[in-house]
T-cell receptor, first 115, second 112 residues
Framework: EAQVTQNPRYLITVTGKKLTVTCSQNMNHEYMSWYRQDPGLGLRQIYYSMNVEVTDKGDVPEGYKVSRKEKRNFPLILESPSPNQTSLYFC??????????????FGPGTRLLVL | EDQVTQSPEALRLQEGESSSLNCSYTVSGLRGLFWYRQDPGKGPEFLFTLYSAGEEKEKERLKATLTKKESFLHITAPKPEDSATYLCAVQVYGGSQGNLIFGKGTKLSVKP
């Protein structure tokens, strides 16, 4: 089954404790992206990757890191989480990010609480 | 600044009562407009992509239309299982590659 998977689905942590949220897709998609969803603010892009070893900032990249060493995986790293990073995080992928618009498929989400 | 506004924020319908959701956008150049459905605690599920004014797409009880300033999601004879939050998003020329700019969504409740 074609899908985007994320782990963990739920995570409670404390301020400053490094964490990684994994994202994997089995559709051979070139493009992958991370979003966060907050009440009243909607979904906002954090980082994206056009292909292996190619990443760039989205609208809200502060406090996050990413890497793209393999085509199928795109982990999101919070090196020193803070309470304002408490949110619902979604990974998404599409066949390509350019030149034309492509449909993005979303993972099930990771709910993060930073105390 | 590119913006997407959805209205209403919430909509309550009786089963069978048709209605429309609105997505208005102010963008520098539209690449595509996307409609997603999101159920509580789940990721957005793709519904439609529209590329140019005048385009229409249908899927079961849903029909999406696009003009130069807005898109409508028409729901015909809705059922309780259509209850969800419907998200509109746009991709624009000149923005970060692949970035979807989302509206805040319309929460639809359909009562039996």
């Amino acid at each position: 089954e074609a899908q985007v998977t994320q782990n963990p689905r739920y995570l409670i942590t404390v301020t400053g404790k490094k964490l990684t949220v994994t994202c994997s897709q089995n559709m051979n998609h070139e493009y992958m992206s991370w979003y966060r969803q907050d009440p009243g603010l909607g979904l906002r892009q954090i980082y994206y990757s056009m292909n292996v070893e190619v990443t760039d900032k989205g609208d809200v990249p502060e406090g996050y890191k990413v890497s793209r060493k393999e085509k199928r995986n795109f982990p999101l790293i919070l090196e020193s989480p803070s309470p304002n990073q408490t949110s619902l995080y979604f990974c998404a992928s599409s066949l390509r990010g350019r030149p034309l618009q492509e449909t993005q498929y979303f993972g099930p989400g990771t709910r993060l609480l930073v105390l | 600044e590119d913006q997407v506004t959805q209205s209403p924020e919430a909509l309550r319908l009786q089963e069978g009562e048709s209605s429309s959701l609105n997505c208005s956008y102010t963008v520098s150049g539209l690449r595509g407009l996307f409609w997603y459905r999101q159920d509580p605690g789940k990721g957005p599920e793709f519904l439609f992509t529209l590329y140019s004014a005048g385009e229409e797409k249908e899927k079961e009880r849903l029909k999406a239309t696009l003009t130069k300033k807005e898109s409508f999601l028409h729901i015909t004879a809705p059922k309780p299982e259509d209850s969800a939050t419907y998200l509109c998003a746009v991709q624009v020329y000149g923005g970060s590659q692949g970035n979807l700019i989302f509206g805040k969504g319309t929460k639809l409740s359909v009562k039996p």
